[in-house]
């Protein structure tokens, strides 16, 4: 007879432990499921991240272009400015203090 109540011991330590299993199991897919949310969160925080980074390098990049447009702008007028007769006048003016006809001038001794 104490191999029958061996027998049945066994048994159910065999049940207790698929028992255990199954009530364990909701457990782990629980845990499972926690853990892939919560990595797709942190990858989604990640990637958020990166993005603002690279839309902050944008608009400096932005800002870095338009400041370029408004000098060269600037560079094509002045350009155009330094192809006239008035820019040439104004020149030997400053560098030769040459005069132009019907201009005043004072001597000081």
Sequence with gaps: MS????????VSEEQTKKSLGRRLLPFGLIAAALVVIGS???YHQEINRKMEQVNTRVEKVNTEIQE???KQINLTGENAYAHTD???????RARFHLIEEGDVVYVFR
């Design 3 to 10: 191999e029958t109540f061996k027998r049945s011991d066994t």
């Design 40 to 42: 797709s969160w942190w």
């Design 68 to 70: 370029e447009v408004r």
């Design 86 to 92: 008035a820019y040439y006048m104004q020149l030997a």
